[in-house]
């Protein structure tokens, strides 16, 4: 029994293997590689601006308070999520400001209320009017008990994520953990209402930057605020020489040295991609995020960006959009468009406006049941093209009789009864001339050797020509023939039994 269910098993095993794989193709490959369609989903926009309320306290002549409020902007650039609440990355100079607002707001202040000419910049001036320079100097920080200005300043972040149609007022974030350097990671974490009930789409951080020269790299983000007219951008780099990358980041080279793509990358970090993400070749992970400008471009690595997470006390992580979408992207990438459609729909349930699961569903509608859907080819396999069905359900069912048919004879083989075993003969013994009838009747023969023990017969034997008024008795225990007045055999000692 146990080599024939072994045999079946093998079998049925045998035919799994090969019916599985013409059933589940999207699932056998492993996600493809040199793609950017992870990250841009979790790619942001970044503003920020500086709220400044200031109130001049005017006591050249009459006493007068005047009051103003000035927008200051701070910084923009390019963030990317990385988890489902709203943990946002970027660089420290899109939302921290090394210039002092309050100094641009009192030059502003005093030159609208005093009617003089001081520029609307950062800088401390002075003026030829001793009073009116004595004034402006005591409305400059820090705040003194002769101060001539009261300034209150706050930070507005607003972060417009990659969404159609666009969100024109955007999501208020907070600023959770700023770097010490302009060029090193900030966090920030959304503070108001989320598109969809699961969250913020996130992109996946790599473990490490890859260390050769030449590796081939993406750069996504946005050169202004996101709508119909200004997409996503993304460009292709490669990593210049280094491991790692420390606080000065690692440069970038084009191998082929057709394209000087520091100053490439440099011109779109001024446009608005400084702190966009750096997305790996090998798996489509973040690698690092944008610094620099003008003619000098690098890139700050993951390590730095998994640490400034640490110290804000944020973990990142992926949600359910984001394993959704990945399900979807893979079958996309491997051709399967009639499985892609349906997953990226259930994206779009999720996270509504997904700009770029919206392009992928589309495309692949487009190329759904085409020659390219390895999908329908599997779905309708073409006359002659491929090995049908049936033979593999012909060779399970004829597995299924003969493993039942040998169950069956094994169990009939278990009730097949024993053969009987047979008793030995009786021992032959020499017959003994009769006792004479008037011989003693107590007389009793032993025997110094033992005799076979013949199983005991309770009926008593009787010739079936003897008269009905003398029959012939013999002794029950060795078929010895006894008198009619015997009450013991004469031959073994057994007592009669008449």
């Not at 009639?338 to 996270?351: C, H, K, M, S």
């Not at 049941?369 to 359900?393: N, T």
Request: proline share 10%; hydrophobic share 40%; with cysteine.
């Amino acid at each position: 029994m146990a080599r024939l269910t072994a045999l079946a098993g093998g079998a049925a095993l045998a035919l799994a293997m090969a019916v599985l794989p013409a059933a589940l193709p999207a699932m056998a490959h492993d996600h493809p590689s040199g793609i950017t369609d992870l990250v841009t989903p979790a790619v942001v926009r970044v503003e920020a601006t500086a709220h400044v309320d200031i109130t001049l306290l005017d006591h050249i002549g009459d006493l007068v308070h005047v009051e103003r409020s000035y927008d200051v902007p701070i910084g923009a650039g390019t963030g990317t999520v990385v988890s489902p609440e709203g943990a946002i990355v970027t660089l420290t100079r899109t939302v921290k400001s090394e210039q002092d607002v309050a100094v641009y707001a009192a030059n502003k202040i005093f030159a609208e209320h005093h009617d003089v000419k001081i520029p609307a910049d950062f800088e401390r001036h002075s003026l030829k009017d001793d009073v009116l320079d004595r004034h402006l100097k005591q409305c400059y920080p820090p705040l003194s008990s002769r101060a001539t200005c009261i300034i209150d300043v706050t930070t507005d972040i607003t972060v417009f994520p990659n969404v159609s149609p666009a969100d024109p007022k955007g999501l208020k974030a907070d600023l959770v953990k700023a770097g010490p350097r302009p060029d090193s990671p900030a966090v920030l974490m959304t503070s108001s209402r989320v598109v969809g009930s699961v969250g913020l789409p996130t992109a996946p951080l790599a473990d490490k930057v890859p260390e050769a020269q030449g590796s081939p790299v993406g750069v996504a983000g946005f050169l202004g605020r996101p709508g119909a007219d200004v997409p996503y951008t993304v460009e292709i780099a490669h990593l210049g020489r280094g491991g790692g990358t420390g606080e000065t980041g690692r440069p970038f080279v084009d191998p082929d040295k057709k394209v000087d793509e520091p100053v490439k990358l440099g011109g779109l970090a001024d446009r608005g991609m400084r702190g966009a993400p750096v997305i790996g070749d090998k798996d489509g992970h973040v690698i690092g995020i944008l610094i620099g400008g003008g003619k000098d471009a690098r890139m700050i690595g993951v390590r730095e960006v998994t640490g400034a997470l640490t110290k804000a006390g944020v973990a990142p992580r992926r949600g359910a959009i984001d394993a959704a979408f990945e399900a979807a992207l893979t079958r996309y990438h491997t051709k399967y468009f009639t499985e892609a459609a349906p997953g990226f729909q259930r994206v779009l349930e999720l996270y509504p406006g997904n700009v770029v699961a919206a392009a992928l569903l589309k495309e692949s509608l487009a190329r759904r049941g085409g020659p390219e859907d390895l999908g329908a080819r599997r779905a309708v396999a073409p006359s002659g093209g491929s090995m049908p069905l049936w033979p593999f359900i012909v060779a399970a069912g004829v597995l299924f009789v003969v493993a039942a048919l040998g169950a069956i004879l094994l169990w009939r083989r278990g009730r097949t009864p024993e053969p009987e075993q047979e008793l030995p003969p009786p021992v032959a013994t020499q017959p003994s001339p009769p006792p004479d009838e008037d011989a003693s009747q107590t007389v009793v023969v032993r025997r110094s050797q033992p005799f076979a023990v013949i199983p005991q017969q309770k009926q008593v034997l009787t010739a079936p020509d003897s008269p009905p008024e003398s029959p012939v008795v013999y002794c029950t225990a060795c078929g010895m023939r006894l008198g009619p007045a015997h009450r013991f055999c004469g031959y073994c000692g057994h007592p009669s039994e008449t």
